[in-house]
C-alpha cells in the first residue's frame, strides 16, 4: 500500500476528505519526529512506542577494499510494537 491508497483508506473510514486526510497524516508524521528529535518517546497504548536510540561510535569495514573505517555516533529511528499489534498480526 502506497501514500495515496493510505489516504483513500483514512478519508473512508472517517469520512474526511482526502485534502484532509493527508494533513492530518502530515501533521502525525511531523509531530512523531519532532517528539523524537527532542529525545522524547511517544506510546500509542496497544499500538507502540516510537523514540530515537543512541547508537555508539563504531569500527566498520569497508567491503570493496577491507580497509578499517570509523563509523561515527548517531541517533536512529526505533518502533517497539505494542501487545495490541502483536495480536492483531497474529491471529
Known sequence: MNKSEFL???ADDTGFKKSE???FLDSFIAN????MASGDKLQLVGFGTFE???REARTGVN???GEKIEIAACK????????????????
Open 8 to 10: 483513500a483508506k483514512i
Open 21 to 23: 486526510a493527508e494533513k
Open 32 to 35: 512523531v519526529k519532532e517528539v
Open 52 to 54: 530515537a536510540k543512541e
Open 63 to 65: 567491503p570493496a577494499t
Open 76 to 91: 536512529v529511528p526505533s518502533f517497539k510494537p505494542g501487545k495490541g499489534l502483536k495480536d492483531e498480526l497474529n491471529k
